[in-house]
């Protein structure tokens, strides 16, 4: 198979030579390497959480052979994205915000045909994909524990608010997470009526919660349409948490992986016992 190569990101400064207490979240070299910010999607199973994922970062987060089958999260999923703005102001928004995998290039052209700008780099997120059935939620919970903002998926062709649709907010609240997008998401299967009243009854039960005050964004992810919004709001509306890279790193393990498979011959094991009795 051909090697694919991938764009040239800027030279990295020598680090005998980096003041590291100058560092930012949002600083070029920074970004342009590595996600600052963590953004879960939350909302009740099947509303669409992996499909906008995709939308915006271009990357499958289901990929297990039953989560395929079923068509369902089981796991947490990961994927990261860069979201840019075109540096041309004639360039109208929200089409100036374009999001692309995490490996392109800092600086590319602006695709608006005529415009002969250059999309800007302004963030690299880290999306933590959660699953939304009802006996998944211990998952969704340690996804949650990583969790800087959050994008609640509501389904247009579904009453509001449905159960995890219910929990999921509940779970963020407890959590202390503020920061939040809510998406309306399959506007494609809806009339303009039956979404004007949805959108009604997502306000109604958003009035007094946690994301009260959220912006709430009409899409379809299925179609891509108003991803742009997204990631304008996402760019606007969600600081990125200040981060201090003088200080040790702080890991939170929200995952595990049992190298030694069930029926393992003695031989075959590995790893030690770190204690107990």
């Known amino acids: 198979e051909p090697v694919v190569q991938r764009p040239p990101l800027p030279p990295q400064t020598d680090p005998k030579d980096l003041d590291v207490s100058s560092l930012t979240p949002l600083t070029p070299e920074i970004i342009a390497r590595q996600a600052t910010i963590n953004i879960g999607t939350i ?5 669409g959480k992996s499909t906008v994922v995709k939308a915006i970062s271009g990357v499958q987060t289901v990929r297990f052979k039953n989560e395929l089958i079923r068509n ?17 102001s004639e360039c109208p928004r929200p089409g100036c915000y374009r999001s ?31 699953p939304g059935h009802d006996i998944l939620m211990s998952t969704m919970l340690s996804g949650a524990a990583v969790m800087d903002a959050a994008l609640l998926l509501i389904a247009g062709n579904e009453s509001c608010p449905q159960p995890q649709t219910s929990e999921h907010l509940a779970a963020i609240e407890i959590m202390k997470l503020d920061k939040i997008i ?23 039960f958003i009035r007094g919660t946690v994301a009260g005050k959220s912006p709430v964004i009409p899409i379809s992810a299925q179609l891509k ?3 742009d919004a997204v990631n304008e709001a996402i760019v606007n509306t969600i600081p990125v948490p ?9 890991m939170i393990v929200i995952r595990s992986f049992d190298v030694n498979k069930p029926g393992a011959e003695i031989d075959d094991l590995k790893g030690g016992v770190a204690g107990g009795s």
């Open 43 to 47: 909302g009740h199973v099947a509303h």
């Open 72 to 88: 369902i999260t089981i796991k947490l999923g990961y994927a990261n994205a860069k979201i840019y703005k075109c540096d041309n």
């Open 100 to 130: 692309y995998k995490s490996e392109k290039e800092v600086d590319p052209p602006c695709e608006r045909d005529g415009c002969g700008g250059t999309y800007r780099l302004l963030r690299h997120v880290s999306f933590v994909d959660c």
């Open 182 to 204: 809510i998406l309306q998401n399959k506007v494609d299967l809806m009339r303009e009526e039956a979404a004007q009243q949805q959108y009604e009854s997502i306000l109604k």
């Open 225 to 227: 349409f108003n991803i």
């Open 242 to 250: 200040p981060r201090d890279f003088t200080m040790d790193p702080h």
